[in-house]
Nanobody
Framework: QVQLEESGGGSVQAGGSLRLSCAASGDTYSIYCMGWFRQVPGKAREGVALISAGGASTWYASSVKGRFTISPDNTNNTLYLQMNSLKPEDSAMYYC????????????????WGKGTLVTISS
């Protein structure tokens, strides 16, 4: 089992920055891929950014490419999402997720989930 805990959400104005953190614990050796998803009420959960184990490959949603950066700190089993130039449409609950097989930006590919951290961007 893997446990994931997000932190770093909050409220900022458009154009600002936030850094989300995801602390992983438990059987972290089993993780194949980690990433961030987001969801707003009434809409499906969508992939934001993914990174494979070891950081060999990354994926970003087109809506965040160039503004968000996903990065791992393997020394303390923490995953980060640096979010710059934030827009009101980035407002959502952000979830950290981990897979044990495959690295596709769809919720069905993820085995473990955190409880989420709320990001609110005001215009």
């Amino acid at each position: 089992q893997v446990q994931l805990e997000e932190s770093g959400g909050g409220s900022v104005q458009a154009g600002g920055s936030l850094r989300l953190s995801c602390a992983a614990s438990g059987d972290t050796y089993s993780i194949y891929c980690m990433g961030w998803f987001r969801q707003v009420p009434g809409k499906a959960r969508e992939g934001v950014a993914l990174i494979s184990a070891g950081g060999a490959s990354t994926w970003y949603a087109s809506s965040v490419k160039g503004r968000f950066t996903i990065s791992p700190d393997n020394t303390n089993n923490t995953l980060y999402l640096q979010m710059n130039s934030l827009k009101p449409e980035d407002s959502a609950m952000y979830y950290c997720a981990a897979s044990i097989y495959g690295c596709r930006p769809v919720p069905e590919n993820m085995r473990y989930w955190g409880k989420g951290t709320l990001v609110t961007i005001s215009s």
